[in-house]
């Protein structure tokens, strides 16, 4: 059954004693493996092996080799049913020479147990010598072993013939061993191919295991940052179909991740979604582009991103699309472009009767969604109270913008409002631009000047007003806003609208409620409140430490009739900030324009043109233009310095 026993003992000691045998041809790599065996000590005449781990020893090894005894037991089964009853069997040892697993017909199995050929037993070239697991591990490649080839006697009698493949992994280290023995008779090339082919098998096995692993980790990964984004996240692959949705994404359209995963994303949303779809299909970059999406149940404002992913050629292979619930790009808009109410009406100045019932008429609109009309001269503040109510209302955490009608371009008014799609006219922006009334969504806009907008104008504004949407210049998509309007102006609307120049329709639409500011000539009683606000607020801006405000400096701003209302006095106090010298705001520092158009009022300096009149006031400008320098004034004066000093002694100057 092995062939003649007597005689594969009498080759192998002829081998040993003298190196050769009568016909026998022995491979330079068995010899340099003898002679390696001969270095380690290795006794050939010993009986077994017995270097044999535990079976607690070997489960450890097992376990450490999972993947790799995995892959080959399936390898070596399959084998196994197309040579059972041949007298093969198939073994797989781990790097270090452990054998793990055994496969074969059970006589065979038995027999070359004789040596120990068994599972946990160590048949590297240190521990057995020459042999075809331990050489194959040595030279990293694949080896056949005859029976008089083995370095030991006892293997040379149970094992006969061994064909044996060395398993590589992915950076090319060996990781184990296939090894095929069989009778000496029925072993030839084709059997060391057969070890060959099952090797190379259990190698792309386990890189397709590796593979796979590494995928599933990449997914795994993947799914983790995707539903841990603060963002909607969808992949489409370039047919359109869903290939990954993070759960915000799916809340936000509404759909279910498991089912929706390789369905074209068009055949997923309702109808009437041809304006989001095609956006998505244009292979154009979007950058946070206020969509509408129309679901079953509700319509939702999105900011959609979306980029292609592009090969070499310039293909679409798919895209990343980034859905942005409104109310997030609200607050990127607020943080960009600044759209917050500062003033409340804590910061609101006046105790005026008639400056009172205007401000609690605004508290009141502020308890309302109704639009607001606030009239009054120019620097009244109804840039202020538009702000209160706003903050005061329950729009309070959404944008404000402020626009004034006046100060745009006519032909930019629309565009600012409204919005417009790429392409609408020449210089337009790419992807187009959401307008104010898009990105005040649930918050308000206030309209100064609004008595300057134009006619075409008011009747776009008056639609949006009455229909809730907005519909962007050069586009046809309806959008549905959410915005209170508090309007402003400082002409008489009234007779706007009896001149043409103004619609009675809009002005009924804007004044359902309407809020008068006095102007500043008939609050006088607040002018001292405002000062005594204005120096603490103006002061510290400017570095500038003010302790009041002289009597009869607080006589002229009482007696000017300030046509500029409150935004004249704030610029008239904070002039007077910059040019006093001292601590105390006095008349000297006031505006010459306002002190003279008091009838009655002449300064100091001017009621007696005397002599000493001209040369006190000559001292105290040139003590102003030179800082106090006393040396330079006196200089500039031709006198001595003990001179002017007398002289700032007699006209009480300090």
Known sequence: MHGDKKEMIRIWKVLREKGECEGIIVSQEIRDSWARSRAYGVDPFKRKNHHVLSAEELEKRRIKNRALL????????????????SGFAFTLADGDGYLLKRIGDKWELEFTAGANFSEGANWSEQVMGTNAVGLALALGKPVQVFGYEHYCLCATITITTCSASPIFDSDGNVIGVLDITGPFELVNRHTLGMAVAAARS??????????????????????IIMDSMSDGVITLDREGRVTHMNGLAARMLSLDPRTALGKRLCAL?????????????????????????????????????????VDRNDQVLGKVVILQAMQQYRRLIKRVAGARAKITFDDIVGSSSNFKS???QAERAATSDSHVLLLGESGT????LAQAIHNASSRAGEPFFAINCAALPRELISSELFGYEEGAFTGARKGGNPGKFELADQGTVFLDEIGEMALDLQASLLRVLEEGTVVRLGGTEVIPVNVRVIAATNKNLMDEVRKGRFRLDLYYRLGVIVIQIPPLRERKGDIPELVEHFMKTIGPRMGKKVAGIEDRAMDVLLGYDWPGNVRELSN????AISMMLGEVITVDVLPFDIIQSQEGYIPVWEKTPSRDNVEEQLIRNYLRKFKDNKSRVAKELGISRSSLYRKMQKYSIV
């Open 70 to 85: 995995e892959e080959a037991t399936v390898s070596m089964q399959n084998l196994f049913k197309f040579t059972e009853g």
């Open 202 to 223: 259990i190698e792309r096995q386990l890189a397709l295991c590796q593979a796979y692993q590494e995928s599933e980790m990449a997914n795994m990964y993947k799914s």
């Open 269 to 309: 949303v309702p109808s009437g979604n041809r304006l989001f779809l095609a956006k998505l299909a244009d292979n154009k970059k979007l950058c946070s582009e206020p969509l509408i999406l129309r679901k079953t149940d509700e319509t939702v404002k999105l900011a959609v991103s979306c980029t292609p992913l």
């Open 358 to 360: 205007a401000v609690k």
């Open 381 to 384: 503040g109804k840039d202020l």
């Open 572 to 575: 008239v106090i904070e002039r």
